[in-house]
Nanobody
Framework: VQLVESGGGLVQAGGSLRLSCAASGFTFSSYTMRWHRQTPGKERELVAV????????NYADSVKGRFTISRDNAKNTVYLQMNSLKPEDTAVYYC?????????WGQGTQVTVSS
């Protein structure tokens, strides 16, 4: 199983970024995918979830209305569109899959939002 995030960077407050997570080594279309984020000294926070078929999503209250999770099962990729970014969104963002009881994580991608 491999998860590779990309798309992070430095953006001004109010700006947008689109994160991607390319998955391999498992039947991507069969599994729920998640985006988490973590800042130093804090626990990893669940940001968004999308089920296997892509029709159902869920978001942390802190990002609801600003972030959108989506997936392309043909490309084995999950996305996180982040709009109206705030300095408090600064974190390392990770994608995650729980497969047969084992949590798999990517290496993370840094998002920095300047005020």
């Amino acid at each position: 199983v491999q998860l590779v995030e990309s798309g992070g960077g430095l953006v001004q407050a109010g700006g947008s970024l689109r994160l991607s997570c390319a998955a391999s080594g498992f039947t991507f279309s069969s599994y729920t995918m998640r985006w988490h984020r973590q800042t130093p000294g804090k626990e990893r926070e669940l940001v968004a979830v999308i089920i296997s078929a892509g029709g159902v999503t869920n978001y942390a209250d802190s990002v609801k209305g600003r972030f959108t999770i989506s997936r392309d099962n043909a490309k084995n990729t999950v996305y996180l569109q982040m709009n109206s970014l705030k300095p408090e969104d600064t974190a390392v963002y990770y994608c995650n899959a729980l497969i047969r009881g084992v949590n798999y994580w990517g290496q993370g991608t840094q998002v920095t939002v300047s005020s």
